[in-house]
C-alpha cells in the first residue's frame, strides 16, 4: 500500500497538506471498512493505485472547474477524494449525494476531519438533483448505467455542466443503450488506472430520441 501511495503522490503533485488529508481519509476508510464495509475487500490494499489514483484523473480533465457533484457517493470515491485534492483550488467545493445513512455518516465524519471543501446531502438523487443546476462538473463510480446517469442528470448537463463518469469494459455496450434513448455528445478518454476502462465524458444533451 505505501509503495502505491508514492507512485500516486508523485503522479498527482499534491501539496504535503493535501497528501497528509489522504493519508487521514485512508485511515478513515479502513477503520469504517470493517464495521461498514464501504468498498469490496480485496481493493482495500490497492486504495491508492484502485480508489485514490482512479479518483485524482478525474481532477485532471476539469483543471480550471471549481462547482462538482457527485452522484451515489458511496465511501467518497471519486467526490471526497476530489474535494481533498482540489481544495488548493480557490472557491473549490464539492456536493456528495448519498441515501445510504451510515455511508453518508462516514462521509461527514471525513470530511470534517480532512477539512475537506465538501457538502453531504444524505437523499435519493431524484429528489435533490435539482438544487445542482449551478454544477460545472458531475461525476458517478459504479453507480448505474449510462441511459440512468443521462436521465438523472439531463437538466445539468442541458445547464452547461459536464459528465465525468467512469466505466469498465461494457463502456461501448452502454453507449449504445444510451444513444438508442438520447440525443448527446461524448468521448472516450482512456483510463490510467486501466487499461480496459474508459471515463466518459459527456458534454451535451439535447434531450430523448422521439
Known sequence: ?????????????????????????????????????????????????RHIADSLQLLALAPEATRWLDLGSGAGIPGLILAIAGRERLGFQVDLVESNGRKGAFLQETARLTGAPARIHVARIEAVIGRFTDSQIVTARALAPLPQLLSWTEPLLKNGATGLFPKGRDVLTELTEAGERWRFTADLIPSRTDSEARIVRVSSVSGLLS
Open 1 to 49: 500500500m505505501q509503495a502505491g501511495r508514492e507512485a500516486v503522490l508523485r503522479e498527482a503533485a499534491v501539496s504535503r497538506e493535501t497528501a497528509a488529508a489522504l493519508d487521514l481519509y485512508v485511515a478513515q476508510l479502513t477503520r469504517w471498512q470493517s464495521i461498514k464495509n464501504l468498498v469490496g475487500p480485496s481493493t482495500l490494499a490497492e486504495v491508492w493505485s
